[in-house]
């Protein structure tokens, strides 16, 4: 029996995904800075971020190792983000040496003829925004933005491939505001909608500033899109929880941008200016299924098969969901994070293959997906959890701080390399000796 071939399109885009914050160490300046020390005064069993990240991969010293690794493996596009809080240390003040710093650092990618996608906002935001409100408040911090996208796509435009305005802008309204896991650690359904509704702005004014210089440059959003499940499948009140979060933190941003319009629960249906239309592609970050208890969420069940991160091993739900998208807001999709926090390279190998069988049968059913993003480059700081989970294709001794590129880094560079992977045909146990 042949092996079984995943070839991939042609013109398929293989790459890596990062994000300031977690690789380049020191952005002192950020509001995640400013909670780490702040948790450090709390008894260590109630600490909500396990460890500072300080110097983090060193990255801004040493992003021309990392991208001749990433150029090793054979990628092709990376996408880093940059740090607000670097360019804009104070409301009003640009960082110019911070700005050439990332002209370097992106020409390092092109000098590789690795293609950009840079993302605008990646979880973090500047202390002095976050102290005064933060994404609950839209007034202060959406003309703070505009003036720092401006800056971004004037001094570096030219070097960009591909934006992403915002990172998972459904993920830190859910976490941070309503989960209470991320900083600054609430749990009010009022600041999750106010929050959610300064992203969908904040998108939609970075897509128009971009679109404006740079008309023909695709402008997307990396876009957690939750594959969610009823905790019991036939529960009314799972399914009504389910079909609820669903609405709300997948379904309603894509609308907006099909009709401009905001829906409930995070809005009346009111128009919000700008929003229609404001996207080329779709990112989609995927990693996981997760159940929902009534209104909760629950990560997993006894019996499901976990990552190190807890979360769900379920390759099906990203077929699933690249359907969904598709039907939803029919545009280019390209899969801006995909990875796995694990020490054991081989559960690493066969998570990416098995994502990647995924996206080839979505593929093969006429959705257009133009390439595939692993997270992580190397590892980094994994935000509450700290050093402590491994996503990287390239390892990093945190004491030395050196690279190492890991098995699974070596599978993708062959998948890279043939543009697509062969299973191997299950043993033929009639044709052993
Ligand atoms: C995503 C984040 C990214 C990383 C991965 C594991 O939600 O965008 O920064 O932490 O999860």
């Not at 020490?343 to 133009?370: C, M, P, Q, V």
């Amino acid at each position: 029996m042949n092996p079984k071939q995943y070839a991939f399109p042609p013109d398929f885009l293989w790459g890596t995904a990062a994000s300031a914050y977690q690789v380049e160490g020191h952005n002192r300046h950020s509001d995640w800075a400013r909670w780490e020390m702040e948790e450090r005064k709390r008894p260590p069993a109630r600490r909500r971020i396990r460890e500072p990240c300080g110097r983090a991969c060193d990255h801004w010293n040493r992003f021309e190792e990392d991208y001749e690794l990433a150029r090793s493996i054979g990628v092709q596009v990376h996408r880093p983000s940059v740090e607000w809080s670097r360019i804009y240390p104070r409301e009003k003040l640009v960082d110019r040496e911070a700005l050439a710093h990332y002209r370097t650092m992106l020409q390092a990618l092109q000098r590789r003829g690795i293609k950009v996608m840079l993302c605008l906002n990646h979880f973090t935001l500047p202390l002095w925004a976050a102290s005064r409100g933060g994404y609950t408040n839209a007034k202060m911090l959406l003309p703070a933005f505009e003036a720092y996208v401006e800056t971004v796509v004037q001094y570096l435009g030219d070097l960009v491939d591909y934006w992403l305005t915002v990172n998972e802008p459904n993920v830190i309204p859910t976490a941070a505001y309503l989960g209470a896991v991320m900083p600054p650690f609430k749990s009010s359904p009022l600041s999750f909608v106010k929050a959610f509704r300064t992203f969908m702005a904040m998108h939609s004014r970075a897509y128009r500033i971009i679109k404006e210089r740079f008309p023909r440059s695709p402008v997307g959003v990396a876009y957690s899109y939750f594959h969610l499940q009823p905790l019991r499948q036939h529960n009314p009140l799972d399914r009504a929880g389910r079909n609820l979060a669903h609405l709300a933190i997948n379904r309603r941003f894509f609308q907006g941008i099909a009709g401009g319009r905001i829906g409930p629960p995070l809005g009346l249906g009111e128009r919000m200016p700008g929003l229609e239309g404001a996207l080329d592609f779709i990112g989609i970050n995927y990693y996981s299924t997760s159940y929902m208890k009534g209104l909760f969420p629950v990560e997993s069940k006894p019996g499901d098969l976990v990552t190190e991160m807890g979360w769900i091993y379920y390759p099906r739900g990203l077929y699933e969901v690249l359907h969904e998208i598709s039907r939803l807001s029919p545009r280019p999709i390209i899969i801006t994070e995909n990875g796995i926090a694990t020490t054991d390279e081989s559960f690493r190998i066969r998570y990416l293959e098995d994502h990647l069988k995924e996206i080839h049968r979505a593929l093969a059913d006429g959705i257009e997906i133009r390439g595939y993003m692993h997270w992580s480059l190397t590892d980094n700081f994994e935000w509450q959890h700290g050093y402590s989970k491994r996503f990287g294709l390239i390892g990093i001794d945190y004491a030395t701080l050196e690279r190492k590129l890991k098995t699974g880094g070596q599978r993708y560079a062959r998948i890279i390399g043939d543009n697509g992977f062969a299973e191997p045909a299950p043993p033929d146990k009639e044709q052993r000796p």
